[in-house]
């Protein structure tokens, strides 16, 4: 049972447009989500996190949108860069196991010039 | 400060054996997470330690087990490896004394490859 969903399993972007990145969650449990970005042969690096009291969270060029009546995040990338291309994760967590970060699937992202 | 470190980087074992990967988090993070990465299932949860007690499992069958020394390094162990455990697996830290939203900081990850 996948709790973080992640549909699209790739996505083509060109370079200075906005890339949106979706995720959807199935536990209404989950209250704090985070987005991590993964280059090839490295583990994923922390990008931004947003808390289930906020609607937006904001820093530099990627914005994160939480609708928790949907029970749906995207991540904003804006403009889009070619070092912008890697695997994007989305995760969630609930404050009963704060520790314990489900992650989805991944959306490969490619920036094209 | 130095950053999260898992070896071997690159192992490759025969069916029926066992393997034993290590982690050393990041210097005062006493959070250690354990994930299997495999293509198209995303990052799966395994354990989490911390200050050398298990407190959070995914799920995963009882072949997968773990553990954290006092100086936070931790070490996950599978036994009976089967073909379908090949993966890439990767160790995340975080300070997280309360377990608080701290993010997780992760390795490059040990690729297990089981033939």
């Known amino acids: 049972d996948q709790q973080v969903k992640q549909n699209s399993p790739s996505l083509s972007v060109q370079e200075g447009r906005i890339s949106i990145l979706n995720c959807d969650y199935t536990?209404?449990?989950?209250?704090?989500f985070l987005w991590y970005k993964k280059y090839p042969a490295e583990g994923p690096t922390f990008l931004i996190s947003?808390?289930?009291?906020?609607d937006k969270n904001e820093d530099g060029r990627f914005t994160v949108f939480l609708n928790k009546s949907a029970k749906h995040l995207s991540l904003h990338i804006v403009p889009s860069q070619p070092g912008d291309s890697a695997v994007y994760f989305c995760a969630a967590s609930a404050s009963s196991s704060a520790s314990k970060i489900i992650f989805g699937s991944g959306t490969r992202l490619s920036i094209r010039p | 400060k130095a950053g999260v470190t898992q070896t071997p980087r690159y192992l490759i074992k025969t069916r029926g054996q066992q393997v034993t990967l290590s982690c050393s988090p990041i210097s005062g993070h006493r959070s250690v997470s354990w994930y299997q990465q495999t293509p198209g299932q995303g990052l799966q949860f395994l354990f989490e330690y911390f200050s050398e007690t298990q407190r959070n499992k995914g799920n995963f069958p009882g072949r997968f087990s773990g553990r954290q020394f006092s100086n936070s390094r931790s070490e996950m162990n599978v036994s009976t490896l089967e073909l379908g455990d090949s993966a890439l697996y990767l160790c995340a830290s975080s300070f997280n004394p309360t377990g608080s939203k701290n993010e997780q900081y992760f390795g490059p990850g040990t690729r297990l490859t089981v033939t």
């Open positions: 947003i808390s289930s009291i906020k």
């Open positions: 536990n209404s449990m989950f209250d704090y």
